[in-house]
């Protein structure tokens, strides 16, 4: 398969940075996205060019690392992360635009690379329980219906990639925050933070730049992790009522 690729470069956050074209041939329909990069780079490398820059770690879609803007979609054309798309969701012969997140409170640091560290901050203001955890305990000891476990679970297989944001036209932080929110408030262990941990990380959220929700449900779909949309009606939930119940 033979592609062209018109990928963002920018040598730094205070360049302005700018498209450049390159073309790529021989690539396997069984390559992933990132060996594809990976190729491109082991080319820029042999002709003493700068290789693109772009972050991934795990490639087996655990960490969140990997995260690029492809052809206008976040993770590009399936419901993936980055790492584990791959070439066969392409046609030979197509353009495939690269880009990284777009997002205020993402700025890029180099080419693909974005600063991800405010959704840090959030985690940091309240995505925490503080309880002495101490060793494993009985597993039957705190009993927590199915459901809840379910929908805990659900929320917690969030991995932090950022793409919800990318693909929000608010570029709202909100699915992101909504799972963390929801994890913990659907077990026990997350009920005595409950409505200081929403109030801090709505706080910390809109501190660093993320827009609001208007309900227009990209994030969910763009999500690789399929987080449901509702988790953010739980997050207003259970903003309403810490706002109700906080000290004036
Ligand atoms: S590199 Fe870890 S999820 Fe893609």
């Not at 993770?75 to 635009?97: A, K, Y």
């Not at 993402?106 to 693909?112: A, E, N, R, S, Y």
């Not at 933070?193 to 990209?218: K, P």
Request: aromatic residues 6%; charged residues 20%; glycine residues 8%.
């Amino acid at each position: 398969m033979n592609f062209t690729l018109k990928i963002w470069r920018q040598a730094s956050q205070r360049d302005q940075g700018q498209f450049v074209t390159y073309r790529i041939d021989e690539i396997s329909d069984d390559m992933s996205f990132l060996e594809m990069l990976d190729l491109l780079n082991e080319q820029l490398i042999a002709k003493s060019e700068d290789p693109v820059a772009f972050d991934s770690d795990c490639r087996e879609g655990i960490c969140g690392m990997c995260g690029l803007m492809i052809s206008g979609q976040a993770h590009g054309p399936e419901v993936t992360t980055t790492c584990q798309l791959h070439m066969r969701s392409f046609t030979s012969g197509d353009t495939i635009t690269i880009e990284p997140w777009r997002a205020d409170p993402f700025p890029v640091l180099k080419d693909l690379i974005v600063d991800r560290s405010a959704f840090d901050r959030i985690i940091q203001a309240g995505g925490y329980i503080s309880v002495n955890t101490g060793a494993a305990p009985e597993a039957h000891s705190v009993p927590v219906p199915k459901p809840n476990a379910d929908r805990a679970f659900d929320a917690a297989t969030c991995i932090g990639c950022g793409a919800c944001v990318a693909a929000c036209p608010n570029a709202s932080g909100m699915l992101f925050m909504a799972a963390k929110v929801t994890h913990l408030g659907e077990l026990p262990q997350g009920q005595p933070e409950r409505a200081s941990r929403v109030l801090s990380m709505v706080t910390q959220h809109d501190h660093e730049g993320f827009g609001g929700c208007t309900n227009i449900g990209e994030c969910s779909a763009a999500c690789p992790k399929e987080i449901p949309l509702d988790v953010i009606s739980t997050l207003n939930g259970d903003l309403r009522r810490a706002m109700q119940h906080k000290p004036s």
